[in-house]
């Protein structure tokens, strides 16, 4: 891995393709052009057109029979004490993401960690539901 620092001046996906493969994890390019990787669950990893970040994203389909109370209550609980991975409900879809900000510039080896924690935060989150959000 390169210890050249990622910056928004640098950044793109085909530059953390490389850097994912190169810390042998499993990566994919999908139809829509997103790099997706394969952890505990399925991971999207952007950037916005603004390059300020890059963002891990997860998302898991929540029961049907999950109240939006349910949902809102979990969710604020991953919030409030997991703080480094942010949780939403968009329907029935739950969204787990974390972003790394690059301003000042990040080492490859810090976006590798970081979606390594990510990936381990997502499974933590899902044990942590004690109202049927994904029974």
Not at 44 to 64: C, G, L, Q, T, W
Request: net charge negative; charged share 30%.
């Amino acid at each position: 891995m390169s210890e050249e620092l990622i910056t928004n001046q640098n950044i793109s996906i085909e530059k953390l393709k490389e850097l994912f493969d190169s810390a042998f994890l499993e990566t994919t390019i999908d139809k829509e052009g997103d790099l997706v990787l394969q952890g505990n669950y399925k991971c999207f990893v952007e950037v916005p057109e603004s390059k300020r970040f890059v963002r891990f994203a997860s998302y898991i389909i929540a029961s049907e029979n999950a109240s939006d109370e349910a949902k809102a209550t979990y969710a604020n609980r991953i919030n409030k004490e997991l703080i480094v991975v942010r949780a939403y409900a968009i329907d029935k879809l739950f969204v787990f993401d974390s972003h790394i900000w690059l301003e000042g510039g990040v080492t490859p080896k810090n976006i590798v960690m970081g979606y390594k924690f990510f990936d381990k935060v997502v499974p933590e989150a899902l044990r942590m539901d004690e109202g049927g959000v994904f029974a």
